[in-house]
């Protein structure tokens, strides 16, 4: 059975920083590529940062370069987003999900994840 679980959210100053987990069962983790996406109210579900099956990968959204990195932990089927700089727009729920099939190029596209967890609240305000 696959599951995905988020932690690590939270009400957060501008100018802040959190740390996200993605726990991960289930999935045959230490192969799979990995995405972190966000949904803010009212808006679609956007793309916010990939990490390769290796971790030798990374891509990230505009929005977000610079400011907030991917990283994962095989031995613990865990992938990780630290933010900092948090800024009151990058207030959504955020959303980790496992990559439907390999590739050689990062993934941005929704359709290009099969499996989501649950999604964790950021918010960020003074």
């Known amino acids: 059975q696959v599951q995905l679980v988020e932690s690590g959210g939270g009400l957060v100053q501008p100018g802040g920083s959190l740390r996200l987990s993605c726990a991960a069962s289930g999935i045959m983790f230490n192969i799979r590529d990995m995405g972190w996406y966000r949904q803010a109210p009212g808006k679609e579900r956007e793309f916010v940062a990939f990490?390769?099956?290796?971790?030798?990968?990374?891509y990230y959204a505009d929005s977000v370069k610079g400011r907030f990195t991917i990283s994962r932990d095989n031995a613990k089927n865990t992938v990780y987003l630290q933010m900092n700089s948090l800024k009151p727009e990058d207030t959504a729920v955020y959303y980790c999900?496992?990559?439907?099939?390999?590739?050689?190029?990062?993934?941005?596209?929704?359709?290009?994840?099969?499996?989501w967890g649950q999604g964790t609240q950021v918010t960020v305000s003074s």
């Open positions: 999900a496992r990559r439907r099939l390999g590739g050689n190029s990062p993934a941005t596209a929704r359709d290009e994840y099969d499996y």
């Open positions: 990490i390769s099956w290796s971790g030798g990968s990374t």
